[in-house]
């Protein structure tokens, strides 16, 4: 629940604070380079950390784009910050917040769960465009990838398939018709 309050406080941040900006970061256009890929990204900070993936975020700043991989490490959660255009590793942080929305007396397995890669191949066909954030998230014991996706005519996605056997759940598309 904190994640999700994070997360709409960050968004209304976004859209107050200029639009503009965020989107002239994120396309690359203020650069003229191709921004790296989620799973560049993911692979880039798990060099840095050891450990399993739980998120990435496009985090559009107004200096420089980067991604934030949040990492479970053996000991403590680490935040990765990869800059979008470069690779380059900016910062890793120590993730102190107890954000986790998971049920620790009934953990994942994993190996019976779809993978990130499956569960976005599933969601660009609901929606064409590049991923900016993917998430394994459980809700009421319902394990599912929560995927946000930058369309090309510049609208944005929310896809929601489930991690257990690929079926979409939801999908909110926003498209900015200002």
């Known amino acids: 629940m904190k994640k999700k309050i994070v997360t709409l406080t960050l968004v209304g941040a976004i859209v107050l604070g200029g639009v503009g900006m965020g989107v002239q970061a994120m396309d690359g256009s203020s650069k003229g380079k191709k921004m790296i890929s989620v799973s560049e990204a993911e692979k880039i900070a798990l060099k840095e950390v050891d450990g399993k993936v739980d998120e990435v975020e496009l985090e559009p ?9 949040d990492i479970d490490a053996k000991d403590e959660d680490k935040n990765v910050h990869v800059d979008a255009y470069s690779g380059e590793v900016l910062a890793v942080q120590t993730d102190d917040e107890d954000d986790d929305d998971r049920d ?14 499956e569960a976005k191949k599933i969601a660009l066909k609901e929606a064409a465009g590049k991923v900016t ?16 996706i930058r369309m090309s005519d510049g609208g944005e996605a929310d896809v929601d398939v489930s991690a257990v056997d690929g079926k979409v759940l939801e999908v909110d598309i926003d498209r900015d018709d200002d």
């Open 104 to 117: 620790e007396a009934n953990p994942i397995n994993k190996d019976n769960l779809i993978s990130k890669e």
């Open 133 to 148: 954030e993917i998430e394994l998230d459980e809700d009421d014991n319902e394990y599912r990838y929560e995927i946000e």
């Open 61 to 69: 700043d107004k200096a420089k784009a980067y991604y934030e991989v």
